[in-house]
């Protein structure tokens, strides 16, 4: 059974950093590209970002600009984990964070995800 697990998101205040994980279980993950998508409340879900199968290559969300600069992404295929690094997080940043895993995707298009995670949560205070 295929399972994607985040976690590390809590309640931090503007500025503050987080890293969130997902970890995958029952699937190749150096298969699979990592996305990353979030849904702020009253909000529809967008995309963040992804990473490459092999961590080489990032797709960034051409609507959010700052997560170029301020966050980062990698992976551990030998742990089956991915990372999100966040900096310099904003109110704005609050929401349901999900990563996600497609074979074949490496973009915003979520309904190419095979696999989804349930979230973590990410709230910033101002």
């Known amino acids: 059974q295929v399972q994607l697990v985040e976690s590390g998101g809590d309640l931090v205040q503007a500025g503050d950093s987080l890293r969130l994980s997902c970890r995958a279980f029952?699937?190749?993950?150096?298969?699979?590209?990592v996305g990353w998508f979030r849904q702020a409340p009253g909000k529809e879900r967008e995309f963040v970002a992804a990473l490459a199968w092999t961590g080489g290559t990032v797709y960034w969300s051409n609507s959010v600009d700052s997560v170029k600069t301020l966050f980062t992404l990698a992976r551990d295929n030998a742990e089956n984990t991915a990372y999100l690094q966040m900096n310099s997080l904003k109110p704005e940043d609050t929401g349901l964070y999900y990563c996600?895993?497609?074979?074949?995707?490496?973009?915003?298009?979520?309904?190419?995800?095979?696999?989804w995670g349930r979230g973590t949560q990410v709230t910033v205070s101002s």
């Open positions: 996600a895993a497609s074979a074949a995707h490496l973009g915003p298009e979520d309904h190419r995800y095979e696999y």
């Open positions: 029952g699937l190749t993950f150096s298969n699979y590209a």
